[in-house]
């Protein structure tokens, strides 16, 4: 077996923070870049005749999900073992970077490259260790090159150092010394006898490098890559896509609907039903069925695949959600399988001795929801709106087809699924218009609320500014009384019409499952004091005055006061915009900013 970088990681993090394109250190402390799918099916373990891959295996699909992608699936990420290497588990490759490495003995400093493949801590081919035959340790460099499209490159040092002002170097040695600051070194040449300190504020044409894709040429790129730290939380945001899953009208038994949808032998044969019905098609399911002790009948059968094939595959809508976690129609069935969601509305009027009680018009408890999750892609730098189709090119390395052929092993991006509980809150639509009146004259908002998403579901700015600065006041507050730690709670944001709510939901399963903990506290009895415990935080900040007065000069994307890691910021896997577009002055009111609840 070839050597290999061995590393455990969680499924749920092999889709983010740790996906494709980003940026990992193994247990021997090279930092490496997690490569993309192309590359996983090169690592696949074979499996004996006559059994299904692993890569059907591990499909899954949601229907709204793959209209927004433009695939045919998703494939869940396999799972960690105990040790990988002996349980023949399916080890996703990942590729060194970045390439350029250091001696790190004072008295040497010079660079020496090494290669994407190489799985070895670094040593210098020129100096020993004093008192020692072994070679003195390098370290890989702290700065790379990155534009926001994604593209990730080495420096190139030599040519950067050469251009700059000095006599002409017939021979080039490089040697580099860390600085005041990691993305400050000083690099020199000891062939010239040029010393010069790098400076971080520099831009260069990007190179359009793909080091995720190893083996494939540069991408033309007409964007400008600047010098990040590797370590730096901009080197890699995801583009993840997420949609709970909806009951499908005329479907009632959610393990026979599960089994049509992502069983590796139903599913050939509902696409062969959906050309022309016969019953040996029909014969040969429910035997396929009865062998999954599933107990169903061939009534029921036709009446799934018939529910399937009338369900309408359009991209997921937050208002479709909000519709289906407001709804009465979706208790909890004494059946033998639980259903995909549990919704208990609940009395609003329960909760009017809380701050927030009267402007609230709704609230549900959510004892159940399946989520699935997909990551569409990536970008550096800064944020931005997810685009499928460039994404697609990003994992596989070539452009997205408009069809893909039958039997193609990349019709899919890396997804994944969970099951979890929450708490969801509607807020008082005339209350909220009432507050976005006075708060379209406050430029803080403004510039805060441009984080907001865009594109098929754009969300409107402010009142989504709103909802998400009371979700991450709510989960903040909701953590310690859980029995869930806050990278376990997520938010979900709902202001695309008329109404405005978040959900606080923990979809953790790997680790966390789901408890019960959470949808407990939607009793009035503990939810009226956690929620006075959340608009109360809002008033004060240990960084203030700092974190809640307005900075003067130009505010980049989605910056604002109000926000800090002591008052507002979750981890960014528990946000859906990154931590970006924040304020809790908005709550109380503060400094001229209009308060929703003054």
């Known amino acids: 077996m070839s050597p290999l970088f061995i590393a455990p990681l969680r499924r749920a993090h092999v889709i983010s923070p740790f996906g494709p394109g980003a940026l990992t250190l193994m247990p021997n402390r090279v930092s490496v870049i997690v490569t993309a799918p192309r590359t996983w099916l090169r690592s696949e373990p074979v499996r004996p005749p006559g059994s299904p891959s692993m890569l059907l295996e591990l499909t899954i699909t949601d229907r709204h ?4 992608t433009g695939v045919q699936r998703f494939v869940q990420p396999p799972a960690a073992g105990d040790d990988p290497i002996k349980s023949q588990d399916w080890l996703l490759p990942a590729a060194r970077f970045p390439l350029a490495e250091a001696c790190a003995n004072p ?5 020496v490259p090494r290669d994407n493949s190489d799985v070895a801590e670094g040593r210098c081919d020129r100096c020993t260790a004093p008192g020692s035959k072994r070679r003195w340790p390098t370290f890989q460099v702290a700065t790379v090159l990155a534009c926001q499209g994604g593209h990730l490159a080495d420096v190139d040092w030599d040519a950067w150092l050469h251009a700059q002002p000095g006599s002409a170097c017939a021979k080039p040695d490089l040697g580099y010394q860390v600085g005041a600051s990691p993305d400050r070194p000083t690099v020199r040449c000891y062939g010239c006898a040029r010393k010069i300190t790098f400076a971080p504020e520099a831009d260069f044409p990007c190179p359009g490098q793909r080091p995720w894709l190893p083996g494939t040429d540069p991408q033309p790129c007409q964007l400008r890559a600047r010098p990040i730290e590797r370590t730096s939380t901009s080197m890699h945001y995801t583009w993840q896509l997420s949609a709970l899953t909806l009951p499908i009208v005329g479907a009632t038994n959610p393990a026979l609907l599960h089994a049509l949808s992502d069983n590796t032998a139903l599913t050939p044969l509902r696409r062969l039903d959906a050309q022309g019905r016969d019953e040996k098609t029909l014969t040969e399911m429910l035997a396929i069925v009865g062998g999954l002790a599933l107990g169903t009948t061939r009534d029921e059968l036709v009446a799934h695949l018939d529910a399937l094939a009338a369900d309408a595959p359009t991209p997921p809508t937050r208002a479709a959600e909000l519709d289906a976690l407001t709804s009465a129609d979706h208790p909890n069935r004494v059946t033998n399988h639980l259903p995909d969601l549990i919704v208990e509305p609940r009395d609003p009027a329960g909760y009017r001795a809380a701050y927030l009680g009267p402007h ?12 699935t999750r997909v990551m569409a892609g990536f970008t550096r730098i800064e944020p931005a709106p997810a685009d499928p189709a460039v994404g697609y090119e990003q994992l596989w390395g070539r452009p997205r087809p408009d069809t893909f052929p039958p039997g193609a092993n990349d019709d899919w991006l890396p997804g994944y699924r969970v099951y979890g509980e929450g708490i969801l809150l509607v807020l008082d639509p005339d209350a909220v218009e009432r507050w976005v009146r006075r708060a ?13 998403p865009t594109g098929t579901d754009a969300q409107r700015p402010l009142q989504w ?10 989960m903040r507050a909701a953590a ?14 709902f202001a695309t019409d008329a109404r405005t709510a978040f959900l606080v939901y923990t979809a953790a399963g790997d680790v966390h499952g789901t408890l019960g903990g959470l949808v407990e506290l939607a009793e009035p009895a503990r939810l009226v004091p956690l929620l006075d415990a959340a608009v109360d935080s809002a ?3 240990a960084t203030d005055p700092v974190c809640g007065e307005d900075a003067t000069g130009a505010r980049t994307r989605g910056t604002s006061p109000g926000a800090c890691h002591h008052c507002l910021y979750v981890p960014e896997t528990s946000c859906e915009a990154f931590n970006h577009g924040l304020d809790r002055a908005l709550v109380q009111g503060q400094h001229g900013v209009p308060g929703f609840l003054a």
């Open 465 to 474: 500014l709103l909802a998400h600065t009371l979700a991450h006041l709510l």
């Open 480 to 493: 310690p009384e859980s029995g869930y730690p806050l990278p376990a709670l997520r938010e979900r944001v």
């Open 65 to 68: 999900l793959q209209a927004a």
């Open 360 to 371: 609230l018009a709704a609230l549900s408890a959510i004892p159940r929801l399946r989520e």
């Open 107 to 111: 008295g040497c400093q010079r660079m």
């Open 539 to 541: 008033r004060w900040c």
């Open 440 to 452: 379209a004259g406050a430029p803080r908002l403004c510039a805060a609320s441009r984080s907001a």
